[in-house]
T-cell receptor, first 118, second 114 residues
Framework: DTGVSQDPRHKITKRGQNVTFRCDPISEHNRLYWYRQTLGQGPEFLTYFQNEAQLEKSRLLSDRFSAERPKGSFSTLEIQRTEQGDSAMYLC????????????????FGPGTRLLVL | AQTVTQSQPEMSVQEAETVTLSCTYDTSENNYYLFWYKQPPSRQMILVIRQEAYKQQNATENRFSVNFQKAAKSFSLKISDSQLGDTAMYFCAFMKIGGDKLTFGTGTRLAVRP
């Protein structure tokens, strides 16, 4: 059973460019979450999916951010017209809604994508 | 809205000793989960332990145990026989039952000294 994977692991971009990150959840996990973590802080929720449906979006997710999970498997997070304030670690997590009693609803995290906007 | 507070930004412990990290939270929910996650330097977030609020028994995982006080909204983590590999940032997190988002505290940086 492979864990959550994210690609790329690091991204450096210039202000104003668009970037896209990908997350592959643990297989059979129907829920997928995106968080943002700035240096020295705890992760902050951005959005989450159950299967392909996007169920909640944070106020932090401005119009420049969009996330998709087209077939209920992998997800992408796109940031348009990047700003220096977007520099952060973007974390993806997945969970299962009830198949396994012991681990259900526990979120497992990927390694993150570290974004630096110059 | 839920809030999670970790009042100890940094802690240090001698190898093989015991250390306790504090966490308090605020919620009007009755059914929820509490978690401790560990984030080693430049490495990914790892689940340490999980507690269901409806369970009175405190969760344990090998050297890690919690003291869950529901009425006081307190959820501390005890690490026994500390090891160098325990050096990490530790985050306390809250989640409503039903697949909701995690709400994290600001973290406690733990250093284990040889």
């Amino acid at each position: 059973d492979t864990g959550v994977s994210q690609d790329p692991r690091h991204k450096i971009t210039k202000r104003g460019q668009n970037v896209t990150f990908r997350c592959d959840p643990i297989s059979e996990h129907n829920r997928l979450y995106w968080y943002r973590q700035t240096l020295g802080q705890g992760p902050e929720f951005l959005t989450y999916f159950q299967n392909e449906a996007q169920l909640e979006k944070s106020r932090l997710l401005s119009d420049r951010f969009s996330a998709e999970r087209p077939k209920g498997s992998f997800s992408t997070l796109e940031i348009q017209r990047t700003e220096q304030g977007d520099s952060a670690m973007y974390l993806c997590a997945s969970s299962d809604s009830g198949t396994h009693w012991v681990t259900r609803e526990t979120q497992y995290f990927g390694p993150g994508t570290r974004l630096l906007v110059l | 809205a839920q809030t999670v507070t970790q009042s100890q930004p940094e802690m240090s412990v001698q190898e093989a000793e015991t250390v306790t990290l504090s966490c308090t939270y605020d919620t009007s929910e009755n059914n929820y989960y509490l978690f401790w996650y560990k984030q080693p330097p430049s490495r990914q977030m790892i689940l340490v332990i999980r507690q269901e609020a409806y369970k009175q028994q405190n969760a344990t995982e090998n050297r890690f145990s919690v003291n869950f006080q529901k009425a006081a909204k307190s959820f501390s983590l005890k690490i026994s026989d500390s090891q160098l590999g325990d050096t990490a940032m530790y985050f306390c997190a809250f989640m409503k039952i039903g697949g909701d988002k995690l709400t994290f505290g600001t973290g406690t940086r733990l250093a284990v000294r040889p």
